[in-house]
């Protein structure tokens, strides 16, 4: 389970070379506020503000948390790939069919390959 750190708020900070007021000054949230959420006062500060600080400092949401270990996003090479990954992700009848399909035999996955072509309207085989 990741943690907030505020540790990590304040070393990108650091990097960023910005000051309380800098940031105040970007995110359009008053000094003050800001001195509260980086020294630990404001436990809970809201989403709202995370992402305008996490815009400021130019870096995620994720990056203010610390992780138990590294966080496990797949790694894809192109932005299709993310993209079907995502669909298979979000879609549980995807799911069903992309597992219903790992234990076929190469031609019974071209049957199946064949019947989904010709209910495109297509024909690549």
């Known amino acids: 389970m990741p943690k907030f750190s505020i540790e990590k708020m304040q070393e ?4 960023a070379n910005l000051t309380y007021k800098n ?8 000094e003050s506020t800001i001195t509260k959420i980086f020294g630990g006062f404001n436990k809970n500060p809201t989403l709202s503000y995370l992402r ?5 400092l130019k870096c995620s949401l994720d990056d203010f948390y610390e992780w138990e270990s590294e966080p496990t996003s797949p790694y ?11 669909e ?3 879609n549980p009848d995807y ?4 597992d219903a399909t790992r234990d076929l ?5 071209q049957a199946i390959i064949n019947m989904a072509n ?3 309207g297509t024909n690549n085989g």
């Open 12 to 15: 990108i900070r650091k990097s």
């Open 23 to 30: 940031l105040a000054e970007l995110t359009e949230i008053s």
């Open 52 to 56: 305008k600080i996490a815009d400021a």
């Open 76 to 86: 894809y090479y192109d932005c299709k790939t993310a993209e079907l990954a995502q």
């Open 88 to 90: 298979i992700h979000d």
């Open 95 to 98: 799911r069903i069919l992309l």
């Open 105 to 109: 035999t190469p031609e019974q996955l």
């Open 118 to 120: 010709v209910i495109k």
